[in-house]
């Protein structure tokens, strides 16, 4: 049996899984050293790691979409909406996941 909302909270959810997912797409459209640079650029740290990498995605989401109390979080099968006990998880792009992993840094 599928779950109803149970408060606002719980409608917001669409609204909200579709601007995230809008702009999971237009970083996805990038390439890979593009939206590194995008996501990079201001940044001043010697070593990069995955944990930074995930939390600047999220952090730029978050500066995009207003969330309400939803939660964003990097999962294994892409990015997660948290709410209490409720969950879902947005597909990401090729360049978002590879960017995610590591496979370039900010353009010289």
Known sequence: MAAIPHDIT????APIALAVDAVIEEFGRLP???LAW???SHRDVPEITRAD??????AQIESRV???SWQLSI?????R????????VL???APVRSYIDGGVGTPV
């Open 75 to 79: 999962d294994d099968r892409g990015l």
């Open 53 to 58: 990498r995930e939390c600047w995605l999220v």
């Open 32 to 34: 890979v050293d593009k």
């Open 91 to 93: 597909g990401m792009p």
């Open 10 to 13: 719980d409608l917001r959810l």
């Open 81 to 88: 909406l948290t709410h209490k006990d409720h969950t879902l």
């Open 38 to 40: 995008r996501l990079e």
């Open 66 to 68: 207003e969330v309400g």
